[in-house]
């Protein structure tokens, strides 16, 4: 399964962006979608994640409120809200194939090359 990212790019703190992931390729029933994002030199953190069905959405703390995940037509977008420059990062599509909610990065099996979002302050 390939992970394809797209939408990432420059913005100014306060602005939007929207980021999509689509997979290409064989896939499973009962998966969850998430984005991960990583800033050099620190861990991968976990975002948002979305289950297959689209019905079960959860968020990390720091994005709650700002940032949203949704799926439509096999792919998976994240809109990006009132950023800031914190919110800089590579971010990452990854795929967990048991169906899982989970927040914890290693439990996500399948990766996209990532696309990078830049904020100014």
């Known amino acids: 399964v390939e992970l394809v990212e797209s939408g990432g790019g420059l913005v100014q703190a306060g602005g939007s962006l929207r980021l999509a992931c689509a997979p290409s390729?064989?896939?499973?029933?009962?998966?969850?979608m998430g984005w991960i994002r990583q800033v050099p030199g620190k861990e991968r953190e976990f975002v948002a994640g979305i289950s297959w069905t689209g019905d079960d959405t959860y968020y990390a703390d720091s994005v709650k409120g700002r940032f949203t995940i949704s799926s439509a037509r096999n792919t998976v977008y994240l809109q990006m809200n009132s950023l800031k420059p914190e919110d800089t990062a590579v971010y990452y599509c990854?795929?967990?194939?048991?169906?899982?909610?989970?927040?914890?990065?290693?439990?996500?099996?399948?990766w996209g090359q990532g696309t990078q979002v830049n904020v100014s302050s």
């Open positions: 990854a795929a967990e194939w048991l169906g899982r909610l989970s927040y914890n990065v290693r439990d996500f099996a399948s």
């Open positions: 390729g064989d896939t499973f029933s009962n998966y969850v």
